[in-house]
């Protein structure tokens, strides 16, 4: 199950990536300046939303927030 919640990171940090390419290829392609500001908000937001969605114990599937840890914080589960 550890691969698993490793999976996870992995794809929101792949979208960290990505959204942080599409902001400034959007900044580009509108050929309008984009404030810094809105840029920091698209990638965060972004961001978010991935890890919303990913970032959950296999088991309980509860957020699982920032926490580096082998277990989950709700259901005290250990990832294997």
């Given at each position: 199950m550890r691969k698993k919640?490793?999976?996870q990171k992995r794809i929101v940090n792949?979208?960290?990536v990505i959204s942080t390419l599409i902001a400034f290829l959007l900044e580009l392609l509108l050929d309008v300046p984009l404030p810094g500001k809105v840029m920091i908000l698209i990638v965060y937001g972004v961001?978010?939303?991935a890890s919303v969605i990913l970032d959950r114990?296999?088991?309980c599937h509860k957020y699982l927030g920032a926490r580096n840890s082998r277990r989950c914080p709700n259901c005290g589960r250990e990832f294997r």
């Open positions: 919640v490793k999976k792949i979208v960290l961001t978010l939303i114990c296999p088991y």
